[in-house]
C-alpha cells in the first residue's frame, strides 16, 4: 500500500491565469505595482499570505499581507466568474486519476496551498472526490515546505512517509516531501525550472502524467 499525495495548482490544474488575475487585481487595489505573471508563478504553492510577502519582497506576512490576502479571498470567485477562468487539468491527468484512482493498493490525497474551499471546488469540477480520500490545505496547516500537510495525511491514512509520494510542480513540494520523509517527485509542465526541481532535491522528473505510473508501481 502507498500513499500518493498530489499538489493542486500548476500539477493537476493549470490555474496560472486565475491566479495571476486575482493577484493583479488584489495589487492594483493596494496601490502596489502591477506584478509580473513570473512573480505570480514563483509563489504559487505557498498560503496566500506568505506568498504575498515575498512578491512584495518581504520576509514574513504582516498586517498589510493579511488584508491583501483577504482581498483576494474576497476577489476570487468574482474573477472566475467574470473571466470564465475554469482551471483546466494539464493534458494527462484525467487519464491518470482514473487509472490510479480504483487502485486497492493505493490512496490518493491532495496536500496544496489552495483554500479548502478552492481544492473542494476542484474536486467537484473535475469529478475526483470519489477517488481523493485525504487533503491537506492553506486552511489546515502551515505553509510548504514545512512538511505538516505530508505527516497529516499519513497519520490521518494510517501511512508512514517511506511509502508516500509526492508529486509537485513547485521547489516547496519537493522540499515539503523530503522534510517529511517521503519520495519527491517533480513535474515538468507547471511553474518551476526542472533544474529548481532537481536543486530541491526532486528524487526523480517527469515530462508527461503517464510517466508517474513507472514511479508509483
Same mark, same amino acid.
Given at each position: 500500500?502507498? &500513499?500518493?499525495?498530489?499538489?493542486?495548482?500548476?500539477?493537476? /490544474?493549470?490555474?496560472?491565469?486565475?491566479?495571476?488575475?486575482?493577484?493583479?487585481?488584489?495589487? &492594483?487595489?493596494?496601490?502596489?505595482? @502591477?506584478?509580473?505573471?513570473?512573480?505570480?508563478?514563483? #509563489?504559487?504553492?505557498?498560503?496566500?499570505?506568505?506568498?504575498?510577502?515575498?512578491? $512584495?519582497?518581504?520576509?514574513?506576512?504582516?498586517?498589510?499581507?493579511?488584508?491583501?490576502?483577504?482581498?483576494?479571498? *474576497?476577489?476570487? *470567485?468574482?474573477?472566475?466568474?467574470?473571466?470564465?477562468?475554469?482551471?483546466? $487539468?494539464?493534458?494527462?491527468?484525467? @487519464?491518470?486519476?482514473?487509472? #490510479?484512482?480504483?487502485?486497492?493498493?493505493? $490512496?490518493?490525497?491532495?496536500?496544496?496551498?489552495?483554500?479548502?474551499?478552492?481544492?473542494?471546488? #476542484?474536486?467537484?469540477?473535475?469529478?475526483?472526490?470519489?477517488?481523493? /480520500? /485525504?487533503?491537506?490545505?492553506?486552511?489546515?496547516?502551515?505553509?510548504?515546505?514545512?512538511?505538516?500537510?505530508?505527516?497529516?495525511?499519513?497519520?490521518?491514512?494510517?501511512?508512514?512517509? *517511506?511509502?508516500?509520494?509526492?508529486?509537485?510542480?513547485?521547489?516547496?513540494?519537493?522540499?515539503?516531501?523530503?522534510?517529511?520523509?517521503?519520495?519527491?517527485?517533480?513535474?515538468?509542465?507547471?511553474?518551476?525550472?526542472?533544474?529548481?526541481?532537481?536543486?530541491?532535491?526532486?528524487?526523480?522528473? /517527469?515530462?508527461?502524467? *503517464?510517466?508517474?505510473?513507472?514511479?508509483?508501481?
Amino acid at each position: 500500500m502507498k &500513499l500518493i499525495l498530489f499538489d493542486c495548482d500548476g500539477t493537476l /490544474v493549470d490555474s496560472v491565469s486565475l491566479i495571476h488575475e486575482t493577484m493583479r487585481r488584489t495589487f &492594483l487595489h493596494f496601490d502596489k505595482p @502591477e506584478p509580473k505573471v513570473e512573480a505570480t508563478k514563483a #509563489i504559487i504553492g505557498l498560503t496566500l499570505d506568505i506568498a504575498i510577502a515575498r512578491m $512584495l519582497g518581504r520576509p514574513h506576512a504582516g498586517d498589510e499581507e493579511v488584508a491583501m490576502m483577504a482581498y483576494y479571498k *474576497s476577489l476570487f *470567485s468574482e474573477v472566475r466568474r467574470d473571466l470564465d477562468f475554469r482551471e483546466p $487539468l494539464f493534458p494527462g491527468i484525467r @487519464e491518470l486519476v482514473d487509472k #490510479i484512482g480504483p487502485r486497492d493498493d493505493l $490512496l490518493i490525497g491532495a496536500v496544496t496551498g489552495k483554500s479548502r474551499r478552492g481544492l473542494d471546488l #476542484i474536486m467537484e469540477t473535475h469529478g475526483f472526490g470519489k477517488y481523493f /480520500v /485525504v487533503s491537506r490545505t492553506a486552511d489546515d496547516c502551515p505553509s510548504k515546505p514545512h512538511p505538516a500537510m505530508v505527516t497529516e495525511c499519513c497519520d490521518e491514512t494510517g501511512m508512514v512517509p *517511506s511509502v508516500t509520494i509526492v508529486i509537485g510542480d513547485a521547489v516547496y513540494d519537493m522540499q515539503m516531501a523530503k522534510t517529511a520523509g517521503a519520495t519527491a517527485i517533480g513535474v515538468s509542465w507547471g511553474y518551476a525550472s526542472v533544474e529548481d526541481l532537481w536543486n530541491a532535491g526532486a528524487d526523480a522528473v /517527469v515530462d508527461h502524467p *503517464s510517466e508517474l505510473l513507472a514511479h508509483i508501481g
